[in-house]
């Protein structure tokens, strides 16, 4: 069942600092089993868009509850280009689904892989089968340019979302240049008033790239913005 099983843990590559079983478990750097399973629920939302009809596994159902039994490790390094980003996926022919990582954003990787192997009507075929995965360059980046064409935020997580998929953990962000200053400060606000192609429309509030860098992070990938002074 999710969270329960210390054994798959100790197959991890680095020592993983336990199995979180329930909300409480302290997460370091602010990352852990929250986010987690915040992701599962993400997960199983694509997974498990008409439970009625789910088949996964040669007709098996992943669990009595409808919801896959993962084992979350707990994440302890901050998200940075040297992170250990590998994981162990394994599907059993009895439905049993379990994924190792010595780090949440493995265990994110992991999940994503997941996804992507079910076809029509969520089925996982050619159980059982395990993956281990890891990445061969650290640094996985795409550059978006908001200082020549403003993109608002819900298309910047639009290509996070994207980024996820692919398995990009870097969303270099070009906020500013000449042409434009959208990017909004508490200091010196009057850089985006007088900068900004119209301001407020189409500038970012301080609010706003806190949210992207945040929404970048729950799904493992880190915004780095690129300032160009004036």
């Known amino acids: 069942e999710l969270g329960g099983r210390r054994a798959y843990a100790a197959r991890a590559k680095k020592r993983a600092s336990g199995i979180a079983t329930s909300s409480s478990v302290p997460a370091a750097n602010g990352y852990g089993c929250g986010s987690l399973r ?4 993400r997960s199983c939302a694509r997974l498990y868009s008409h439970p009625k009809q789910v088949s996964w596994l040669h007709g098996v ?10 084992a979350f490790a707990e994440e302890e390094p901050p998200l940075a280009e040297d ?8 599907l059993a022919a009895d439905g049993t689904c379990a994924i190792v990582a010595a780090t949440g954003f493995g265990v994110l990787r992991g999940l994503e892989t997941l996804s992507q192997f079910a076809g029509e009507a969520c089925t996982v075929e050619n159980a059982p089968l395990k993956v281990e995965d890891a990445p061969r360059f650290s640094y996985r980046g795409f550059m978006v340019d908001s200082s020549r064409h403003f993109l608002p935020v819900s298309f910047l997580e639009h290509v996070i979302d994207g980024l996820v998929a692919s398995k990009f953990n870097v969303l270099h962000w070009h906020i500013s240049d000449s042409q434009s200053f959208p990017g909004g400060s ?5 850089l985006a008033e007088e900068g900004a192609y119209l301001y407020p429309e189409a500038a970012y509030s301080v609010a706003d790239m806190k949210k992207v860098v945040a929404y970048g992070r729950a799904r493992g990938v880190r915004v780095m913005p690129e300032w160009d002074v004036p």
């Open 38 to 41: 915040a992701a599962q629920a």
């Open 61 to 70: 159902a992943a669990s009595r509850d409808g919801r896959p039994p993962f």
């Open 83 to 90: 992170v250990d980003e590998s994981y162990q996926l394994s």
């Open 186 to 190: 508490n200091t010196y606000p009057q």
